[in-house]
């Protein structure tokens, strides 16, 4: 069960930060629109991946505002959206 903060209890600080973090998302589907297009990721499964591959790298986004190198592996049912292995 998820319980909700009343935002009388969040401080500045957390409000900035969440603010940040969606800007940041915003501002990712954006400037990648084009290839999420040509992927198709404008869909439940794609937009999902992209924020789980998102989640996984938040570091980076948040130091960032971007996440680099990012690749799209695709099978049958399964749309995954992960770092590329650096060789």
Known sequence: MVTKMP????????????TKALID??????????????????????????LSALIQNHEELRETGEVDDLIVK??????????AKSE
Do not use: P, T, W
């Open 7 to 18: 935002i009388e209890k969040l401080n500045g600080e957390f409000i900035r930060g969440y």
């Open 25 to 50: 998302v915003q501002n990712f589907l954006e400037s990648h629109s084009e290839a999420m297009k040509y992927n198709k990721l404008y869909s439940h499964k794609g937009i999902s991946a992209v």
């Open 74 to 83: 695709k099978d049958k049912k399964n749309i995954i959206v992960c770092k």
